[in-house]
């Protein structure tokens, strides 16, 4: 195990009628103008926008909002957000939706304290300063209402990268199960992909020893597995819906990614689907992974042979560890057909004939090397060979 730190002070409220705490939640944390910061649709006409102005009127906090945020969130609408809380003077920002709501909160946060362009951070520059954010979670997909990360699409290039910071870490989330119980089974099938692609990119390590956050990792991952199509089969599991909200955070607030290296080449591999197609983030995920985990199978046979046993029950075969792996990955795969995720290129809608400038985009985009590293090092001809698996 390596040498690690690991600060996570978000105060999570779980449970039913939570988001009307909001308030109490904003004032405890030191709000006195809030920005509110949503997508549309489903907020307003569900009453929850209502109910959460209606929690900050209760606490005389005074706010403004800005909606509209897309899934796969675009830098536009952070610009617009920047300009706002500067001239309006807000200290917090509440973010009310899933994770392209909470990534867009954060980088309007950053970038309202940073006197240059909030993409720099999105370039490697690591944030040091933030508007305080808190969260209500509508989604349990990205895992951002705990995470220090957020991702964003440049709409100059379409350069989908990620941002990093303790000072983006939510001050509050807040977690209410029965709001993600109208979604649409598709999003829900995007949101446990996605949780799970959080989980593999962890376990996919070069570390040794790291025994603890494999077993935790595994348990998150058979979870998963487990609540996954209870859901698919009825929406309205709560149960169900509680603990996959709870595993997506705890996926990736990185408490089990400490103290070794991670991978989350295949993160940068279907940044280029969606910031092109527009296609869900897990969605993608789901015809990402099993091609990656396919092509780099060899670097470490057994640690994939190792999640193929103690994750999908495979039989462990002595002789030949590499048909293990190669049978844990198709269970995966096998998972995701089986909660609605497409397979392949066709069905996500992208196309063959683009690889060539989803490659350069994704190695020498945005003053990327000419490479991918991580687990593996990925070179343009990795890169090639990966998407053309997929298609």
Request: charged share 25%; proline share 4%.
């Amino acid at each position: 195990m390596e040498n690690f730190t690991f600060y996570s002070p978000t105060f999570f409220s779980f449970g039913k009628g939570m988001e009307n705490e909001a308030g109490k939640l904003a004032k405890r944390f030191g709000a006195t103008k809030i920005l509110i910061h949503y997508g549309g649709g489903s907020v307003v006409r569900s009453g929850l926008l209502d109910r959460v102005k209606k929690s900050l009127d209760e606490e005389n906090l005074p706010f403004v909002e800005l909606g509209g945020v897309q899934p796969n969130p675009r830098s536009g609408l952070v610009y617009k957000g920047i300009d706002l809380c500067k001239k309006e003077n807000i200290d917090f920002v509440l973010a009310v939706g899933g994770g392209s709501v909470i990534d867009s909160a954060k980088a309007i946060a950053a970038g309202s304290c940073y006197d240059g362009d909030f993409w720099d951070f999105y370039s490697g520059k690591y944030i040091e300063e933030a508007i305080p954010i808190g969260t209500i979670l509508t989604i349990a997909a990205a895992g951002s209402e705990g995470s220090p990360d957020s991702v964003i699409t440049n709409e100059d290039g379409m350069y989908k990268r990620g941002a990093s910071g303790d000072a983006i870490r939510p001050k509050f989330s807040i977690l209410n199960p029965e709001l993600t119980q109208t979604l649409p089974p598709y999003q829900t099938a995007c949101g446990i992909t996605d949780i799970m692609a959080h989980l593999y990119e962890r376990y996919l390590t070069n570390t040794k020893e790291v025994e603890v956050t494999d077993r935790l990792i595994e348990a998150l991952l058979l979870t998963m597995i487990h609540e996954g199509p209870r859901v698919i089969e009825d929406p309205n599991n709560y149960e169900a819906r509680a603990n996959i909200m709870w595993a997506g955070m705890m996926a990736h607030n990185n408490s089990v990614g400490v103290g070794r290296s991670q991978d989350w080449n295949s993160h940068d591999i279907e940044h280029e689907l969606s910031a092109k197609y527009d296609c869900a983030h897990g969605a993608g995920l789901a015809v990402t992974l099993p091609a990656v985990f396919t092509y780099v199978m060899k670097h470490d046979v057994m640690r994939f042979a190792k999640v193929a046993t103690r994750v999908w029950g495979c039989q462990m075969d002595f002789d030949n560890p590499e048909a293990t792996a190669k049978a844990g990955i198709e269970a995966l795969r096998n998972f995701y057909i089986s909660i609605g995720m497409p397979k392949n290129f066709d069905e996500l809608g992208a196309k063959k004939e683009d690889i060539p400038q989803l490659v350069d985009t994704l190695c020498d985009g945005n003053g990327r090397p000419g490479y991918i590293n991580g687990f593996v090092k990925l070179d343009k001809n990795d890169c090639t060979k990966i998407y053309e698996l997929m298609v």
